[in-house]
């Protein structure tokens, strides 16, 4: 079975992200960031989406979902959470399965950005849909749950093998690279940052990244070694997770 995926840009800094289960034709919409975008889109790789996988509630990830689902008639599967502002078919949490096709997706609890945010994990392809719970070189603001939380929702996915390609939903990897490099100098990330620059200059996708380059690179992966830098010599990894997390809150660069 392959999943084949395809992302482009849209609204601000997001990325609609595209995936088609080969096979069988199914086509879901990982989130509804610009409903209009994500149907040309789709309509341009001559592909019909059939599902909507949500991630979490915010309207930069399921505004567009009414809309796909009058155009489509897609199924939209999602957290519980997404019901306060768009239509969901099926609520799914951590732990559960979401078919895609002959495409199996294991639904992985990473909540912290918000309280239901949820990811998605094709095994067999070895791809992870992850929204706003790690980025590049980064991690969702957490804005309703706790640093424990989303420390704990981080650990799930870098227990994802090392080549799963890491789908995350905005690109914000510049502004992450220039206060990974406030931290840490080691030299995978140096280098790693030389070509995000690269890429960015030339208006190129820094997404997707991998689960191996962000346990060598992400700063809130690396925070107990980070920390004490912070002046958080604690190595509580909740602690030092929480100190890298609001230093990157107030950091301007
Ligand atoms: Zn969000
Ligand atoms: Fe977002």
């Avoid at 309509?43 to 979902?65: E, F, Q, R, S, Y």
């Avoid at 768009?86 to 732990?95: C, F, I, N, T």
């Avoid at 997707?208 to 070694?225: C, D, H, Q, S, Y």
Wanted: hydrophobic letters at 45%; one cysteine or more.
């Amino acid at each position: 079975m392959t999943l084949e995926v395809s992302i482009a840009p849209c609204l601000e800094d997001n990325y609609l992200i595209l995936a088609r289960d080969v096979d069988s034709g199914q086509v879901a919409t990982i989130d509804t960031p610009d409903a209009d975008a994500i149907l040309a889109h789709a309509k341009t790789l001559g592909w019909t989406i059939t599902h909507v996988l949500n991630t979490h509630w915010h309207p930069d990830h399921a505004g567009g979902n009414a809309k796909i689902k009058e155009v489509t008639g897609a199924e939209i599967i999602g957290p519980a959470e997404v019901r306060r502002i768009a239509p969901l078919d099926r609520e799914v949490g951590g732990g559960e399965v979401v078919k895609l096709g002959a495409t199996q997706l294991d639904v992985l609890d990473v909540g912290g950005h918000t309280l239901g945010h949820i990811a998605y994990y094709a095994a067999a392809a070895e791809k992870a849909f992850v929204g706003d719970a790690i980025f590049a070189l980064g991690c969702g603001r957490i804005f309703e749950g706790t640093p424990k939380q989303m420390w704990e929702g981080l650990q799930r996915l870098a227990a994802l093998p090392d080549a799963t390609e890491v789908f995350c939903a905005h690109e914000y990897t510049a502004s992450n690279a220039r206060f990974a490099l406030s931290l840490d100098d080691d030299p995978t990330l140096v280098a790693r940052t030389v070509e995000i620059f690269r890429r960015r200059e030339q208006n190129l996708a820094t997404v997707p990244t991998t689960i191996g380059l962000e346990k060598a690179t992400n700063p809130f992966l690396r925070a107990v070694k980070l920390a004490p830098k912070l002046g958080v010599a604690d190595q509580d990894p909740v602690a030092a997770f929480a100190a890298v997390r609001s230093a990157k809150d107030t950091f301007k660069g």
